[in-house]
């Protein structure tokens, strides 16, 4: 049986775009000779986003929708086009063709000639991005590979997997995920094809400062644990600090004067308050996490599906 390529293509108010880039990857598909399905999963659009999809998918089978009943986030977006998609290979990509279609044959073919689960696209150049949002990336990627011992920064959500690690990923009991990190992980033969970042289509990008940060944090969070351990590092800063003063404390006191600094205690008390705060929080944080985690709820609920029955 000739394999099946599926393109999963998370989508939150797209509409301006969503028929452009249906219509590119027909073309390209088509030209290519691939047999392919296109799954378009609306995270909870306020827009045409839903209609437009319709429309593709009465004229053609090989499109298919599921619509979430509210927005998940990207990261939910992406395991429900896995869960829904039946292809040999999965590939995801974004809507807003900033991930060039045409890329998907070199991805397809590294696939089909080797012996490759995972084939990467990594990014040549970022595209352009404001300022303040470049560097605050750059320093999120430091922090994963720091922590979590994975390289991210030219990594990118354009990847397409083989049907045995998507079976894998998808069967991952945890809820709380981070797709980039999670296809890593797995491991499995790898191949990289580049790619630069183009301009987003039109519309604008889904993520904000805010959003951004929401989803720094909760990706570090969900895949390193190394912020509970800056609690300890911390604290044993401070303790060794607190001996260095504690001595010398001791020799002025030996020496006859006395002890004085006022200020000294006052700006200690506020640093260790300090301290003690932002390690509250970072376990607060984490046991957020875990009461998340334990409530067990679905990563997304299905509202409606088109040219597929909702996945059991
Ligand atoms: N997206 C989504 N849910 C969200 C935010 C974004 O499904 O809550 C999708 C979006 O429709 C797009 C992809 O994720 O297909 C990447 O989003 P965007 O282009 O806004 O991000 P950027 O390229 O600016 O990082
Ligand atoms: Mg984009």
Same mark, same amino acid.
């Given at each position: 049986?000739?394999?099946?390529?599926?393109?999963?293509?998370?989508?939150?108010?797209?509409?301006?775009?969503?028929?452009?880039?249906?219509?590119?990857?027909?073309?390209?598909?088509?030209?290519?000779?691939?047999?392919?399905?296109?799954?378009?999963?609306?995270?909870?659009?306020?827009?045409?986003?839903?209609?437009?999809?319709?429309?593709?998918?009465?004229?053609?089978?090989?499109?298919?929708?599921?619509?979430? !009943? %509210?927005?998940?986030?990207?990261? &939910? @977006?992406?395991? =429900?086009?896995?869960?829904?998609? $039946?292809? /040999?290979?999965?590939? +995801?990509?974004?809507?807003?063709?900033?991930?060039?279609?045409?890329?998907?044959?070199?991805?397809?073919?590294?696939?089909?000639?080797?012996?490759?689960?995972?084939?990467?696209?990594?990014?040549?150049?970022?595209?352009?991005?404001?300022?303040?949002?470049?560097?605050?990336?750059?320093?999120?990627?430091?922090?994963?590979?720091?922590?979590?011992?994975?390289?991210?920064?030219?990594?990118?959500?354009?990847?397409?997997?083989?049907?045995?690690?998507?079976?894998?990923?998808?069967?991952?009991?945890?809820?709380?995920?981070?797709?980039?990190?999670?296809?890593?992980?797995?491991?499995?033969?790898?191949?990289?094809?580049?790619?630069?970042?183009?301009?987003?289509?039109?519309?604008? !990008? %889904?993520?904000?400062?805010?959003? &951004? @940060?929401?989803? =720094?944090?909760?990706?570090?969070? $969900?895949? /390193?644990?190394?912020? +509970?351990?800056?609690?300890?590092?911390?604290?044993?800063?401070?303790?060794?600090?607190?001996?260095?003063?504690?001595?010398?404390?001791?020799?002025?006191?030996?020496?006859?004067?006395?002890?004085?600094?006022?200020?000294?205690?006052?700006?200690?008390?506020?640093?260790?308050?300090?301290?003690?705060?932002?390690?509250?929080?970072?376990?607060?944080?984490?046991?957020?996490?875990?009461?998340?985690?334990?409530?067990?709820?679905?990563?997304?609920?299905?509202?409606?599906?088109?040219?597929?029955?909702?996945?059991?």
């Amino acid at each position: 049986m000739e394999d099946v390529l599926s393109i999963i293509i998370p989508a939150c108010n797209e509409g301006s775009v969503i028929s452009k880039t249906a219509g590119y990857i027909q073309a390209i598909m088509t030209e290519a000779d691939i047999r392919y399905e296109i799954v378009f999963v609306d995270d909870g659009s306020s827009d045409d986003t839903w209609q437009q999809v319709e429309t593709l998918a009465e004229d053609d089978t090989r499109i298919i929708g599921v619509k979430f !009943s %509210k927005n998940f986030g990207k990261e &939910s @977006a992406i395991l =429900a086009g896995l869960e829904h998609a $039946s292809g /040999s290979a999965c590939a +995801l990509m974004d809507c807003d063709l900033q991930h060039p279609p045409k890329v998907l044959i070199e991805m397809y073919s590294v696939w089909k000639e080797g012996d490759v689960d995972v084939v990467e696209g990594m990014k040549t150049s970022r595209g352009r991005e404001a300022f303040i949002y470049k560097h605050f990336s750059n320093l999120f990627y430091y922090l994963i590979e720091r922590m979590g011992g994975i390289k991210l920064k030219a990594a990118s959500d354009f990847q397409l997997l083989d049907r045995r690690v998507v079976d894998i990923i998808v069967s991952l009991p945890e809820r709380q995920r981070f797709f980039r990190a999670l296809s890593s992980w797995v491991g499995f033969s790898r191949k990289q094809v580049f790619f630069c970042v183009e301009q987003r289509d039109s519309g604008a !990008s %889904k993520f904000n400062f805010y959003k &951004s @940060a929401k989803y =720094a944090l909760s990706n570090i969070t $969900s895949f /390193s644990s190394a912020p +509970l351990q800056l609690v300890t590092v911390i604290g044993i800063l401070f303790f060794v600090i607190s001996i260095l003063l504690g001595i010398h404390t001791f020799v002025s006191w030996a020496q006859g004067n006395s002890i004085e600094g006022f200020t000294t205690v006052i700006l200690l008390l506020l640093i260790i308050g300090a301290m003690l705060m932002l390690s509250l929080g970072i376990l607060g944080y984490f046991i957020g996490k875990i009461y998340e985690e334990i409530k067990c709820r679905p990563p997304y609920l299905v509202q409606k599906t088109l040219n597929r029955k909702a996945a059991s």
